[in-house]
Nanobody, 115 residues
Framework: QVQLVESGGGVVQPGGSLNLSCVASRITFAFKNHGMSWYRQATGKERELVASITNTGDKITYADSVKGRFTIAKDNAQNVLYLQMTNLKSEDTGVYYC??????WGQGTRVTVSS
């Protein structure tokens, strides 16, 4: 079983920034061969796809709500997925999940944007 462990969540004021990381813990998981995504879920709302990146990073997509503010990146040498979030808004509040397209999910890290 592969473990995806997210970190970097926290409380930030509107307009602030946070950087999320996700580490794949099992060395036999060929991280470089897998596309990855970040999802988020706000309380009482459906889970939402935030950003996706192919295994090599040659194709990246974002939800319209985060375009121009969030950046997804993948370090295949270190087995780490990143989500850089800038100009955060209250509607970005939620639990953020790292997901491997083969079906592995992390436990989530909470982001709260509040003044």
């Amino acid at each position: 079983q592969v473990q995806l462990v997210e970190s970097g969540g926290g409380v930030v004021q509107p307009g602030g920034s946070l950087n999320l990381s996700c580490v794949a813990s099992r060395i036999t998981f060929a991280f470089k061969n897998h596309g990855m995504s970040w999802y988020r879920q706000a309380t009482g709302k459906e889970r939402e796809l935030v950003a996706s990146i192919t295994n090599t990073g040659d194709k990246i997509t974002y939800a319209d709500s985060v375009k121009g503010r969030f950046t997804i990146a993948k370090d295949n040498a270190q087995n780490v997925l990143y989500l850089q979030m800038t100009n955060l808004k209250s509607e970005d509040t939620g639990v953020y999940y790292c997901v491997a397209w083969v079906g592995y999910w992390g436990q989530g890290t909470r982001v709260t944007v509040s003044s």
